[in-house]
Each structure stands twice: as C-alpha cells, then as structure tokens.
C-alpha cells in the first residue's frame, strides 16, 4: 500500500528504478547493520528507498521526526554532493548551502511527521527533475549512474 502510494507520487519510472536501486543498497547495508530490517524486508528485491528507510526507522526505534530530518538532510546532502561533482565549487561552500536549509528542513519535518494516513502524503511534483532525468537516461554521455 505505501510502496503504491509513493510510486503513484513519482510520475517518472526512470526516477522510480532509481530510488528501488537505492532502496536495495540501503536494505543491503541496513540489513548488516540492523539485521531485524531483512525480517521485513527482502534482502534480495528493490524496494523503493523511502519505504527502506521506514523500516529502518521502526526497527531502530527513530521517531517520526528523525525520520522526516534523516530523508530530508539525505536528500538536500546528496544534491549539494553532486554539486561539488559538476561546478567549481569549494566543499566549505557547499557545506554552507546545506546548513542554511536548516529553517525550511525543520518546516518541512513539522509538516510531515505527524502524516499517519498514506492519502495524506503530500504529491509535490518537480516537472523539470523528471524530465532530465528521463532525457539523462538515454544520453549517451551520463553524469551519473545510481
């Protein structure tokens, strides 16, 4: 049910596949970490990253709130890291981009922590993501791979 709901709120099966990828290597570390995860999840199957790190989250004990921090730190760090991949930018730089969301982080958790019902979930779109992430995917040249 939640697995449906969040791909229903990812409109591009190329971002779906790569979120499962990194879904799977997340379970994968996960499951040497916390091994109580693979009782919920199999070890062997992509499984989109958010619902892994849910799992993770229950077996561990984290509250809502430090789940909701722990996605959106993870996700605003992984396109500051990229940064540092594709400009000239110096790491010290890049570091402050990522403590200046701060504010808009903390908002962001206090608007989805207390979410319980899977209808609830906000499906905030990003048009322009999606599509060169379709257009990346046939590119003969490609930046990334995950």
């Not at 561990?60 to 959106?72: C, F, I, L, N």
């Not at 962001?108 to 993501?129: F, G």
């Amino acid at each position: 049910m939640v697995e449906g709901a969040w791909a229903g709120r990812t409109s591009s099966h190329v971002v779906r596949g790569v979120v499962r990828r990194q879904g799977r290597l997340l379970l994968r570390l996960a499951g040497r970490v916390w091994p109580g995860v693979t009782e919920y999840l199999p070890a062997d199957r992509e499984v989109a990253r958010p619902i892994v790190l849910g799992v993770v989250a229950a077996v561990t004990g984290m509250s809502a709130e430090q789940v909701a921090r722990v996605s959106a730190y993870d996700d605003a760090q992984t396109v500051v890291s990229a940064s540092l991949k594709l400009l000239p930018v110096d790491p010290a730089e890049a570091a402050t981009w990522l403590a200046a969301l701060h504010d808009d982080i903390e908002e962001l958790v206090a608007d989805v922590a207390p979410l319980t019902d899977v209808d609830k979930i906000p499906a905030n779109a990003a048009p322009l993501i999606d599509i060169h992430a379709q257009n990346h995917a046939t590119e003969r040249m490609r930046l990334f791979h995950a």
